[in-house]
């Protein structure tokens, strides 16, 4: 044993090999996302963006639900890592104006009002990422929905794709082998979609999302439900018209929405999908009778697209405004 660890200490090559694997070893404990993130760099972090996100909603109620869909637009192109959040410049090509963002996300002040209240008592140290995880715990524990922990340590990239907004975002247009395929090269699997799908129990969309559906006359559409929806979107126009997904309770985060689907009432085709003699049948039938399970699903759901792909260690930068590289 000893001559075993003396010719490791005087190996040269054997050296920087251990050593190296000390290394790896550290970056990987340094790369994994915690709570406790802030605790000591800037404990009042948390209750700076709560303070923030709170006042937001509670001046625009439908601000809940867009800040949880950020959450979900900002994940799924190049992870966590607020590229979203970047407009557009000379070298960078905004993902704000990509085909599934430019009609339907919104919030970018809101995160960057936030950020700013951080800013004042923190520079430098809380990422525009992290920022944006936490204000979609943030409002949707606000509007009566689930709350969880955050994980922490997210950093900021310093570019954005376009193109890769255009091609992963799922589309209201999608089947639902499309929808589990996409969520599922995320990390993600066909319980974790329809979990996170129930975040469309508050919002609105859209009349062009959902025109096709309303005036189909198909058999998966509850004919006096699509009679109500024609009122406020005409079948010429009035495409950016605005329409709730829950006519029930609009603006409470519960598990009305999953009730919808079995009466054939989901907005959007995306939605319906859902419910109907497919696979994820006996999930949204769970979820309409048990809100608890909903809840405890979408919470954990939300916490795994939260863990995709973050930028961690020197990675990327801590940017000094969400919109722009520093």
């Not at 979203?84 to 990509?98: V, W, Y």
């Not at 405890?296 to 990675?315: C, E, Q, R, V, W």
Request: net charge neutral; glycine share 6%; aromatic share 8%.
């Amino acid at each position: 044993m000893e001559t075993s660890f003396h010719n490791v200490l005087t190996s040269p090559a054997k050296a920087v090999a251990v050593i190296l694997l000390v290394l790896l070893l550290n970056t990987a404990c340094q790369a994994q996302l915690t709570s406790t993130f802030y605790d000591n760099s800037c404990p009042n972090a948390l209750s700076a963006i709560r303070t923030s996100i709170r006042n937001s909603i509670a001046a625009e109620r439908r601000m809940a639900a867009s800040l949880i869909r950020l959450h979900f637009h900002y994940c799924f192109v190049q992870g966590c890592d607020a590229s979203i959040l970047l407009e557009e410049t000379p070298s960078i090509e905004s993902e704000q104006t990509a085909l599934p963002n430019k009609d339907s996300a919104r919030g970018y002040r809101v995160i960057e009002k936030a950020k700013s209240e951080v800013e004042k008592i923190c520079p430098g140290v809380v990422s525009c990422a992290d920022t944006l995880a936490v204000a979609a715990r943030d409002a949707s524990a606000y509007v009566g929905g689930p709350s969880w922990t955050v994980m922490l340590g997210r950093r900021d990239s310093t570019t954005a794709s376009r193109t890769l907004a255009n091609s992963e975002l799922p589309s209201f247009k999608d089947g639902l082998d499309r929808l589990i395929s996409r969520f599922q090269s995320k990390g993600l699997s066909a319980r974790d979609m329809v979990a996170l799908s129930g975040s469309h129990t508050i919002g609105q969309a859209q009349c062009f999302t959902f025109r096709d559906r309303i005036y189909s006359n198909g058999t998966d559409i509850d004919a006096g439900f699509a009679s109500t929806r024609k009122r406020t979107c005409p079948a010429v126009g009035g495409d950016a018209n605005l329409a709730p997904f829950d006519l029930v309770t609009p603006n409470s985060f519960d598990n009305n929405y999953f009730k919808n689907l079995i009466q054939k009432k989901g907005l959007l085709e995306s939605d319906q999908i859902l419910f109907g003699g497919g696979s994820t049948d006996s999930i949204v039938s769970e979820y309409s009778r048990s809100p608890a399970a909903f809840s405890s699903d979408f919470a954990s759901a939300m916490i795994k697209m939260g863990n995709i792909d973050p930028l961690t260690g020197t990675a990327g930068e801590i940017r000094k405004i969400c919109s722009a590289i520093n």
